[in-house]
């Protein structure tokens, strides 16, 4: 009792206690007082807040049970519970299943299962890749985490595995069992799937023809079945058995109230419309007596023409062909006509068919046997004598019975022969190494009337029972013995003598086959031996007071009432010998082939196989025929109880929750009277007896560490649990210390947990006790403060007012005082004031008459001057409005003239025609004058020419110079008269440069003229700039969203389908080998590989079609082979190719799309491009002119020079002179090339301008004809705005504001650069002039002699002055050269324009020679490589050997370039490219593709496949940068244009390698989920990173051993140290870092898509304290990205939905405000995912609350608006679709050099 559990201290006040109740069963009260040893009652009070007195036994004392810790209500395992008792394991059931909506709960080792009559999605691909791979403990309970463990130790202990499915019809017990084979069929994946399809097919067959619907459940199975699943050595499935246990036939032929009979009878019904189902000559369900007695014929939400078509294709899925299935339902059909057949009587002891009813008719022409022998015999028996055989007429009612028993017979051999060919389909030759065995049967049954049926039921679960409490009972014996805990008995129910009451000699089952046997036995009979043999014999057996009919057996669960009537019948199970030959003698084969064993109508029909036979056996022995059905159950039994025994069992109990199958709403009475009937309360009571508590010492370290004392703590954590435990409980039988665990007695942890307790709210008080002391001292400091503030204010408030009192007294008589001495002053004032007064009005009064006579006069004169004035000044104003009024309306008249013939001439086409011919006037003007520039330009180059040889002769002509210059003394005389004509020309010179200011000012004020219009015009274009820009980026930003959305679907769509292509190529490959493998197989030398079969053959071959004919015979087996291997060759082809043609379909509308967007690049390109051309030309004619001006004014210059030189007397200087003439000459020619240039930059200016404007006012009007002079709207803008033409011409408007802009500076700049030379010259003129005039007229005062010497001298140095100038300008002249021919090649690279550079480098030979003569140092190279490899076609295999297949990429990624074969592979192609051989060049790609291909199935690790993955990217990028496409060569230099492919057009072979990328991609996200999968759960939930933080709840046997840091090797650490490994790793191979950052972002999404899927399974992980474990781990990798540089790679965008659920964790969760948070910031969660984690939160101390049913409803409601996927789990094998952007190489081909290291001597550089 749990009195002697527990504690007495325990029961005290606010305890609480469970109490009987006969509405809930259990009630919940809390003690209102302290318990006593010797109290006779316990003062109690309800929930409801009833007080109630709880009366004890005064002799057994027995107390009830205590209620567990809230913390521990809702556990996964129900032996976690501290108190294991009946309360606590239904309330922890009924919380979890109707508040948590979890159906299923671990009892130890059953799962228990609650059916949820609702369907939930938790049973999806998604949760069984969740649940593969896990241990049982670490995921929530689930009908996966049993199928995983029973698969897991097949796998790891070799030994065979079976799980055990029981409970009443309607709790569940066939979808568990069908989920638990779709589970194998799933994580087994063999390489034939056909084999896990065709075991799934067998569930709807198998439901088809054994299921119905009952009173209690829409799908009961009316047959027990035990379904053994084989697997080979690599645990694939290679084939299953099934056997079957007590059809229920009966249903046949009678179905009670609302219920159906099989379901395969109304789907026949359903389907009579259809034409092949016409022979059948069925109607409807209502029409047939054995459909339609339930009269119930429909099953809502059941579509039975669907169920039908399902059923077909099961059976067509294995192996029975069409035919095989019309035969079948012609049976069917036939048994349901047989139902129809009318026996009427003919006298009392005789009986007739009914002519009038042709359905025998129909049935003996389905069945195709005589109608005569079968109506003769359906009337008649025979009867055998010693010396004779009788037919003996039959009465009505036996008739009928045979009838039906006959139905019933033909039924259970049509079951039993499709049990069969579902077992030939299922069944292989090879021997399965090991098997998982699903049984699938009744649980305890127990109803009002009980018959032989529920007696075979109970008896099958006694010995299940039975065998349960043995495994239970090893198990517990194994745990103690492990862990070295001392071994005592444990008292456990032992139903063995219940077992022997049925089945030992003499027992039931041996009496009733004794009483069969008897000519006169019967059920009376049979009950009397019953009472002789065992009544008051055995404790298990009685009988009813009531009743001499039957009897009561005590089972395991429960008493159960068993009537006799019937028993005999059903045990034997005969039918008529005579209609089982009429049958024989059918022509219908299927009917001959199921009664060709028939023997005699007194041996005992069953469905059940005799015993476990190998795969494939279904036929029965003569013997078995002769045994009655319950002796043949027994035997089954016990092969089957034999078959559990040698394998470990695992338990699933099915619980029916209620009876009116209501979602989610359990029935206390039904729920512990299964629990009770199925041992799960047995299994707590086990547990209880022992030690059910069991923690790990770490476990029970970070759980209690509260309760130990620093000096406690230890570094041996195991001695530190004993020491606390010590002194914590005294009773050292409460707990016992093992090697790895603490043991404890039931209840043992409800006292540590209230110590815990208790020491946790001691703490809490505490700190509220200083926390509360600190606020009072702090209130209190406050208002002391406060008062004395208050006191403060007080007294000064006081001292205020008596200051104020005695200021108002004083005050009062200064008033006083000042108020007599001014009313006396008034007084006095008054009086004085009145004496001034009348004087005043007196002197007043004579003055104004006075003054009125005065004004009288002068106003009349006034008033007659301007009367005069206003008459005349009127009379003007009218005449002249008058005359304004009439200019106003003839000039009005005038204006609307000018102004209608300015319209009409404005709307006229003709002013546009003058305008575009003036402009083409001016355009042709343009090019003429680039013709001459041109022209000038050579002219100018002949010039240098002539002055670089003029300067040599003038070198030589110096001396014959000097020797003139002596002759010129008596010259110098006359340059007297020179003087006075150099000053007039200096006068002249003056007037020139003063026009030049004037015409430098004129320019500047046209510049600023120019610069105001500027300024105007970029105003306005930057309003339209800001209108416009806005529009186009928003509607550019919406189209490129979009059509970046649907290329990525496309992406997405497109490398899904090249996988599904890659595994059935690779599917395709493999059958391929086994059929090859298979024929090898089949020929005589290898007939004997069955007994000594290789592993890696059985492993191979794994065909259904292939195993069956093995299974027939071997003769037959090559053309079987053959034509099942053909055709599924043919249907892979038809396949493969339906996938191609499906993939060129997409790559087509791929092209398309991509054409398009190349198309719309082109025009963008296009457009820019003339732009350009505009600028290169603008900047061509700048530069040209610039020249030209220069070369003039040079030229002008030199020629103003040698006349000034030259002049020989004052002829030349004279303003009619030579000199004056080229001076005025220069100066005319330089105004008028001024004014020139003027014009035609506003010619240039207006048409460039005009043109742009013209252009689109052109494109705004062109919808509207009849305006024409109307501006463009917005609505015009915007239909221009949208093919991107209102934008270029807005770039082409800003370009040619540029244009102008720059053209108005440079301008500017040159006129300033002109006036200051124009300076310069006028004063280095003045200069020489003044020298001149100085040296004259000091020669005049020299003697003839000294003054001839003087002017030699100066000639000298002026000459030679003159020469140094000449010398310069030509170094000047030089460099300009030089940089002009700089400045033509860069333009000559950048238009494309080879031909100007050779004309101008052919041009200037001179300027060749000239530079050729200075030094410069050239680099020498060896040897010219174009970049190609040479190989001979023998030795491409050593090449694709050497890079491809023997390469190992560390060697390669560390000591050379990254992507070297891709670069030497590359540069072969390009040499068979340069050689125009398509065959090598096919065959170099294709071999290429292969090898990498192989490499990577052979090698699959992480570093081989992300090199192959860099090179393969770098080998596609190089086509691409090679393929002479302008898309890719714009970003190569020339020298890389030149290495460019010529003759063949790669781009179908770049598709295929960017197939093979995204392949190669993929596996390598595959091998990288592979490595990070079982590391992503324990370091992202289950290491402890935050000390101290998580809590360590109690656990039930099913323990995590991995969840703390001392026992875990995966952490947060080894994660972030992976994710180094794969980054560094790609870095290093040479991948794009676009492609890293793609895969950085897929293995955070696996980060996050496991760990939240996991979140969501495990309802020990939803607390607040993991929410923050969480949230530092994210931040960690958050972290990691910053380090590298990879936040804008969208891996942080990918965690959203884990830092939301971290969020959801700690977010507070009460109220309506809260709800609305959560609503709104869980964006990236789905409903269901929300719902999932609030209802699994799980606080982890007890002062942390729960989240109520209430609030869940209201997120509920505010969350179904919303329109998302219901799916729970995040699809973890998603893979993003990959993107490889251009990437081009700045390697030059020519400069990669062959390491010696690759041996590839074979290569010749070319």
Avoid at 508 to 533: H, I, R, V
Wanted: some cysteine; proline content about 3%; glycine content about 4%.
């Amino acid at each position: 009792m749990q009195s002697a559990m527990a504690a007495l201290d325990l029961y005290s006040k606010c305890s609480r206690v469970w109490i009987p109740d006969t509405t809930e069963v259990w009630r919940s009260a809390e003690l209102t007082a302290d318990y006593s040893p010797g109290d006779t009652v316990l003062h109690l009070e309800l929930e409801d807040g009833t007080e109630l007195e709880y009366k004890l036994d005064p002799k057994t004392v027995d107390l009830p049970p205590l209620r567990n810790p809230d913390i521990l209500v809702g556990e996964n395992d129900l032996t976690a519970l501290s108190y294991l008792h009946e309360p606590a394991v239904l309330h922890n059931l009924r919380v979890r299943f109707t508040d948590s909506k979890l159906i299923y709960t671990y009892c130890g080792i059953i799962l228990v299962a609650i059916n949820p009559y609702e369907s939930l999605q938790i049973y999806g691909a998604d949760i069984i890749n969740a649940y593969s791979g896990q241990n049982m403990g670490d995921m929530d309970p689930h009908i996966f985490a049993v199928g995983e463990e029973a698969y897991k130790q097949m796998a790891r202990d070799e030994k065979n595995q079976s799980i055990i499915v029981s409970g009443e019809s309607g709790a569940g017990k066939t979808v568990s069992a069908k989920y638990a084979m779709r589970y194998f069929a799933t994580v087994s994946s063999s390489a034939d799937a056909s084999v896990e399809e065709k075991v799934l097919a067998s569930s709807p067959i198998m439901e088809a023809i054994g299921n119905a619907k009952t009173t209690r459940n829409d799908n009961s199975s009316r047959f027990g079945k035990y379904i053994e699943i084989g697997f080979d050595r690599k645990h694939h499935i290679i084939g299953a058995n099934m056997r079957t246990y007590l059809l229920e036939k009966s249903r046949v032929v009678f179905q009670a109230s609302e219920e159906r009979n099989y379901h395969i009878f109304y789907q026949l019904c359903v389907c009579a419309h259809l034409p092949e189902f016409e022979h059948l000559k069925l109607g409807s369900a209502d029409d047939f007596p054995y459909t339609n007695q339930g009269r119930s014929p429909l099953i809502e939400g059941v579509n039975d023409l669907r169920e039908m078509q399902a059923t077909r294709k099961a059976f067509s899925l294995l192996g029975i062909t069409e035919t095989q299935q019309m035969d079948l339902f012609q049976i069917l059909s036939a048994i349901l006509h047989l139902g129809n057949v009318e026996v009427k009587e003919r006298g009392s002891s005789s009986c007739a068919i009914s002519e009038e009813n042709g359905h025998l008719t129909v049935f003996c022409d389905l069945t195709e046997v005589s109608y005569e022998s079968m109506a003769h015999w359906l009337c008649h028996k025979k009867l055998k004598t010693a010396t004779e055989t009788l037919n003996k007429p039959v009465t009505r009612m036996e008739a009928v019975n045979g009838r039906d028993a006959l139905s019933k017979h033909i039924y259970a051999k049509l079951f039993s022969w499709i049990v069969g060919q579902v077992n030939k389909a299922l069944s292989t030759s090879l021997k399965p190494h090991s098997f998982i065995g699903v049984l699938d049967i009744y649980g305890f049954e127990t109803f009002e009337v009980n018959s032989f049926e529920q007696f075979c039921i109970n008896y099958a679960n006694e010995k299940l029972q039975q065998q349960f409490n043995m495994h239970v009972f090893k198990l517990e014996q194994e745990e103690y013995m492990k862990e070295q805990i001392p071994w005592t008995l444990i008292d456990f129910y032992d139903n063995q003598p219940c077992i022997n009451l049925i089945e030992a000699k003499m027992g039931l089952l041996d009496l009733l086959d004794e009483e069969c046997t008897m000519p006169k036995g019967s059920d009376d009979s049979w009950a009397q031996k019953l009472y002789n043999t065992h009544l008051k014999k055995s404790s298990h057996f009685e009988k009813p007071r009531m009743s001499n009919k039957a009897f009561i057996i005590q089972h395991f669960a429960d008493k159960v009432e068993y009537q006799c009537d019937g028993f005999l019948e059903k045990n034997k199970d005969t039918v008529n010998e005579e209609q089982i030959n009429v049958l024989k003698a059918s022509k219908f084969a299927l009917l001959a082939e199921l009664f060709q064993d028939e023997e005699t109508p007194t041996a005992p029909s069953t469905t059940a196989p005799s015993g476990r036979a190998k795969f494939g056996r279904t036929t029965q022995s003569f013997r078995e025929h002769k045994k009655s059905v319950g002796l043949q159950f027994r035997n089954s039994l016990h092969l089957l109880m034999d078959t559990l025994n040698a394998t470990t069992p695992h338990y699933v109990r099915c619980i029916k929750p209620n009876d009116l199958k209501a979602p989610f709403m359990i029935d206390p009475h039904r729920a512990v009277q299964q629990l009770r009937a199925c041992g799960v309360l047995e299994t707590i009571r086990i547990s209880a007896t022992g030690f059910p508590s069991r923690w790990t010492y770490q476990e029970f370290f970070s759980r209690y560490r509260v309760l130990m004392k620093q000096k406690d703590i230890l570094s041996d954590r195991k001695l530190t649990c004993q020491n606390v435990l010590e002194r914590l409980v005294q009773d050292k039988d409460k707990y016992q210390f093992g090697k790895s665990k603490i043991f404890f007695r039931a209840g043992q942890v409800a006292y540590l947990e209230k110590l815990r307790a208790d020491k946790l709210r001691k703490a809490c008080i505490h700190i509220q006790k200083t926390i509360r002391c600190w606020v009072a001292r702090k209130k209190y400091l406050r208002i002391r403060q406060a008062a004395i503030t208050i006191q403060r204010y007080v007294r000064g408030h006081q001292a205020r007012c008596l200051c104020h009192t005695l200021r108002r007294t004083r005050a009062t008589v200064i008033f006083q005082k000042n108020t007599r001495m001014w009313a006396t002053r008034r007084q006095y004032q008054r009086q004085k004031a009145a004496a001034i007064l009348i004087q005043r009005l007196l002197r007043g009064y004579a003055a104004r008459l006075e003054y009125k006579q005065l004004v009288y006069e002068r106003k009349a004169l006034l008033i007659q001057r301007w009367v005069r004035g206003f008459l005349a000044r009127w009379r003007f104003r009218r005449i002249k409005r008058a005359v304004v009024y009439l200019q106003c309306c003839v000039r009005r008249m005038l204006a609307r003239r000018e102004l209608k013939k300015l319209k009409i001439e404005a709307r006229s086409v003709e002013h546009y025609k003058t305008l575009n011919v003036g402009m083409e006037n001016k355009i042709m003007q343009l090019q003429r004058k680039l013709d001459e520039q041109h022209k000038e330009n050579r002219e100018l180059s002949e010039r240098i020419c002539e002055v670089e040889t003029h300067n040599a002769a003038d070198l030589e002509k110096l001396n014959l110079q000097l020797k003139t210059l002596q002759g010129s003394e008596e010259e110098a005389r006359h340059r007297t008269d020179q003087v006075t004509s150099l000053q007039e020309e200096l006068e002249l010179v003056r007037q020139e440069l003063e026009r030049y200011k004037e015409m430098v000012a004129e320019l500047n004020e046209r510049n600023t003229l120019l610069k105001s219009e500027k300024d105007e015009m970029n105003r306005l274009i930057q309003e339209q700039e800001k209108q416009i820009t806005e529009k186009l980026e928003s509607t550019h930003q919406a189209f490129t969203e979009r059509l970046q959305a649907q290329l990525n679907e496309e992406h997405f769509r497109y490398q899904n389908l090249l996988t599904e292509h890659l595994k059935l190529q690779e599917h395709y490959a493999d059958l391929k080998s086994e059929k090859e493998a298979a024929i090898e197989f089949s020929k005589p030398a290898h007939n004997r590989a069955d007994s000594g079969y290789s592993s890696s053959l059985s492993e191979s071959v794994h065909s259904s079609e292939l195993t069956g004919s093995e299974v027939n015979s071997l003769g037959r087996e090559d053309a079987g082979q053959t034509a099942a291997d053909v055709s599924l060759l043919l249907k892979l082809q038809r396949r493969v190719s339906e996938l191609e043609k499906e993939k060129m379909d997409l790559q087509s509308e791929m092209d398309t799309k991509e054409e398009q967007l190349q198309q719309e690049r082109t025009k963008e390109l296009e457009e820019c491009q003339r732009v350009l051309v505009a600028e290169r030309d603008y900047e061509a004619l700048k530069r040209q002119e610039l020249e030209s001006d220069n070369k003039k004014l040079k030229k002008d210059l030199q020629e103003l020079r040698q006349s000034l030189s030259k002049g020989a007397g004052s002829k030349l200087a004279s303003p009619g002179g030579q000199a004056y003439n080229v001076l005025l000459e220069q100066l005319n020619s330089t105004n008028e090339e001024l004014d020139v240039r003027k014009e035609e930059v506003f010619i240039l200016r207006s048409q460039l301008v005009s043109q742009e404007v013209f252009k689109h006012k052109e494109m705004a009007t062109e919808g509207d004809s009849n305006d024409s002079s109307r501006s463009p709207t917005f609505h015009d803008l915007h239909e221009l705005n949208e093919d991107g033409e209102l934008w270029m011409a807005y770039e082409s408007l800003k370009e040619t504001n540029r244009l102008l802009v720059s053209q108005l500076q440079t301008q500017g700049q040159a006129h300033e650069k002109e006036a200051e030379g124009m300076k310069a010259e006028l004063q280095q003129l003045r200069v020489e002039l003044n020298q001149q005039q100085q040296m004259f007229s000091e020669s005049l005062e020299l003697p003839q002699e000294a003054r001839i010497q003087a002017s030699l001298q100066h000639e000298i140095s002026r000459l030679t002055q003159q020469n140094l100038d000449l010398l310069e300008q030509m170094g000047k002249q030089d460099k300009m050269i030089r940089k002009l021919k700089k400045h033509l090649k860069t333009y000559v690279k950048k238009f494309g324009e080879p031909e100007a550079g050779v004309h101008i480098e052919q041009s200037t030979p001179e300027n060749m020679m000239s530079e050729s003569g200075r030094t410069v140092s050239i680099a020498r190279k060896e040897r010219d490589f174009q970049g190609m490899l040479e190989y001979r076609r023998e030795d491409e295999s050593k090449l694709h050997k050497i890079l491809i297949t023997e390469l190992k990429p560390r060697g390669v990624a560390v000591n050379l370039i990254p992507g070297l074969p891709a670069y030497i592979l590359f540069m072969c192609l390009r040499h068979a490219d340069y050689a125009n051989d398509d065959q090598r060049v096919s065959t170099l790609l294709n071999s290429t593709i292969n090898a990498i291909k192989n490499v990577l199935k052979k090698r699959g690790d992480f570093e081989t496949i992300s090199f192959w993955l860099a090179n393969t990217c770098r080998f596609l990028h190089c086509l691409r940068q090679y393929s002479g496409e302008e898309a890719y060569t714009k970003h190569n230099n020339p020298r890389q244009n030149k290495h460019c492919l010529t003759n063949f057009d790669l781009s179908e072979y770049r598709q295929v390698l960017s197939d093979l990328a995204i392949q190669i991609y993929q596996q390598l996200i595959r091998v990288v989920e592979n490595i990070l999968h079982p590391m992503i759960a324990p370091a992202m939930l289950e290491q402890e990173t935050i000390q101290g933080v998580m809590g360590v709840k109690p656990t039930g046997m099913r323990k995590r051993t991995t969840s703390f840091p001392e026992e875990t090797s995966n952490t947060l650490e080894s994660i972030l140290k992976q994710l180094d490994g794969f980054y560094y790793t790609l870095l290093q191979h040479g991948n794009d870092i676009d492609l890293v950052k793609q895969f950085i972002k897929q293995q955070f999404y696996i980060i996050c898509s496991v760990t939240l899927n996991n979140l969501l399974l495990r309802k020990d992980m939803c607390s607040w304290s993991k929410g923050l474990q969480i949230r530092y781990n994210v931040c960690q990798l958050e972290e990691w990205l910053l380090d590298k540089e990879l936040q804008g790679s969208g891996a942080r965008e990918s965690l959203e939905p884990l830092i939301q659920a971290a969020q959801l964790l700690q977010i507070k969760k009460k109220s309506q405000d809260d709800a609305d948070a959560i609503c709104t910031m869980c964006t990236a969660l789905t409903n269901e995912q929300i719902v999932k984690i609030l209802s699994l939160y799980t606080p982890v101390n007890e002062f942390e609350e729960r989240v109520s049913i209430s609030f869940i409803k209201s997120i509920q409601t505010l969350l179904k608006d919303r329109k998302e996927s219901s799916q729970l789990l995040m699809d973890a094998k998603i893979i993003f679709p990959v993107t490889f952007p251009f990437s081009p190489s700045t390697v030059a081909l020519e400069t990669i050099q062959l390491p010696s290291s690759l041996n590839l001597s074979f290569l010749t550089r070319v």
